[in-house]
C-alpha cells in the first residue's frame, strides 16, 4: 500500500490507528497536541519519509494553526490503519475561506486550470483552515496549490500563465505540479529552461534530467 501513496494526499485514520502512531511518537509532548485532531477525526496528510522514519510504516503529518505552540507534527501509521483515501480538495471549493485580496487572483487561477484541463488543488494553509475551521490564514500566507499535469507541453502552458498571475498577486504563489507517475517538481522550475530539476517523491528529493520527466 505504501508505495501506491503520494504526497499531500490525504488519509483518514481509524481510532486504534491513532492510538498506535501516537504509542510510536518519541515526543510526549506532541501526543497532547494531538488530542482535539484525534477526538475531532481530521485527516492527517502523507509527507516525504525522513530518515528517521521505519521504512515499512507510512509517513503522515498534521499541521497545527499559528496559534499553536508548534507549526506541525509528523507520525507513522500502520498500513491497516488507514480507514479512507480522500480525494485531493479543489480550490474552487476554497476561494470563500480565502481573504478578499486573494479573491481575483483564485478566480484568474481557476480559469487557467479550466483552460488547460488542469484544475488546480490545495494544501497548506488554506486546506487545513476548509478541513478544520481553525484560523490558518494571515496577511502573510502563501497559497500552495497542486496541479497535475498531463505533459511538457501543458506543464510549460500552467508555469508560464502562473508567472503571469503570480506577478501581480497579493500573495506568494507556491506549489508543485504533480507529475503522471507521482513525483512533484515546484512550478518554478519550468519558467527558466533548467537543464536539471528538483523532483520529490514519497521516498525522497533527488535531480533529473528536464528532459526524462514523465510528463
Do not use: N
Not at 51 to 70: F, G, N, T, Y
Not at 117 to 143: I, R
Request: net charge neutral; proline share 8%; hydrophobic share 45%.
Amino acid at each position: 500500500m505504501i508505495d501506491s501513496l503520494q504526497r499531500h494526499e490525504l488519509l483518514c485514520v481509524r481510532p486504534e490507528g491513532w492510538r498506535r502512531a501516537l504509542a510510536l511518537c518519541p515526543e510526549i509532548a506532541a501526543r497532547e497536541h494531538v488530542a482535539d485532531w484525534v477526538s475531532r477525526g481530521w485527516p492527517v496528510m502523507v509527507r516525504r519519509f525522513l530518515p528517521a522514519d521505519q521504512p515499512e510504516l507510512i509517513p503522515v503529518a498534521i499541521s497545527l494553526p499559528p496559534s499553536s505552540a508548534r507549526s506541525g507534527i509528523a507520525l507513522q501509521l500502520l498500513p491497516q490503519d488507514i480507514g479512507q483515501r480522500l480525494p485531493a480538495v479543489p480550490l474552487k471549493e476554497c476561494v470563500e475561506l480565502a481573504p478578499a485580496p486573494w479573491r481575483q487572483a483564485l478566480r484568474s487561477l481557476l480559469d487557467l486550470g479550466e483552460r488547460l484541463d488542469a484544475p488546480p488543488a490545495v494544501f497548506g494553509s488554506l486546506l487545513w483552515q476548509k478541513l478544520t475551521g481553525l484560523s490558518y490564514l494571515h496577511e502573510c500566507s502563501d497559497l500552495d496549490l497542486i496541479w497535475r499535469v498531463k505533459h511538457s507541453r501543458q506543464a510549460l502552458a500552467l508555469a508560464h500563465a502562473m508567472a503571469a498571475i503570480a506577478a501581480h498577486s497579493p500573495m506568494a504563489l507556491d506549489g508543485e505540479f504533480l507529475l503522471p507517475d507521482g513525483a512533484g517538481v515546484q512550478w518554478r522550475e519550468f519558467l527558466d529552461g533548467a537543464q536539471q530539476v528538483i523532483v520529490k517523491t514519497l521516498h525522497r528529493a533527488e535531480s533529473r534530467a528536464f528532459e526524462t520527466l514523465a510528463c
